[in-house]
Structures are given as structure tokens and as C-alpha cells.
């Protein structure tokens, strides 16, 4: 790995797939004995973890039933509000 001009380096794709590294992922750099790591910032939550988060809550199968995947997507999306039923 090569440190660019902003001080910054690409994890290469095998370590993150392995880590389950993801953009947008909070990671720290930190000092331990001397050597530099990569850590998962602990106060974070993962990638996963917010879109669980965010979609929580949104629907129930009574509010979906007989809709379209696209149907549902657009609803989860904010983009329309789900049928009175």
C-alpha cells in the first residue's frame, strides 16, 4: 500500500470482505505497542446496523399484503405512504 498525499491508503477488497468492512463504515486508526491498526470505532454502528435501524418499525405484513416489491421499496423509501387497510 502506498500513503497518498492526504495521508490516506485503500484497504485492499480481500481485507475488507473479510473484515465486512463497507463504505461509509466509522473506522479509527490507533496506536497499540508501537504499531498502527484499524479498528472498528466502537461508538458506531455497522452499515447493517443502521439500515435494520432506519427500517424498523416501517411496516407489518397487515400494511404490505398484496403489494409489489416496487410497491413496498417505494414505501420504505418514503416515497409514498402505505395503503389504509
Not at 500500500?1 to 490516506?8: E, V
Not at 447493517?48 to 411496516?59: E, H, I, Y
Request: proline share 4%.
Amino acid at each position: 500500500m502506498i500513503l497518498d498525499s492526504k495521508g490516506q491508503i485503500t484497504i485492499p477488497s480481500t481485507l475488507r470482505a473479510k473484515f465486512n468492512l463497507r463504505e461509509g463504515d466509522d473506522v479509527e486508526v490507533i496506536e497499540v505497542d508501537g504499531t498502527l491498526r484499524i479498528v472498528r470505532s466502537g461508538e458506531t454502528p455497522t452499515r447493517g446496523r443502521r439500515l435494520v435501524d432506519r427500517m424498523r418499525g416501517t411496516a407489518d405484513s397487515r400494511e404490505i399484503e398484496g403489494m409489489s416489491t416496487d410497491e413496498i421499496m417505494e414505501m420504505l423509501r418514503g416515497d409514498r405512504l402505505a395503503p389504509d387497510r
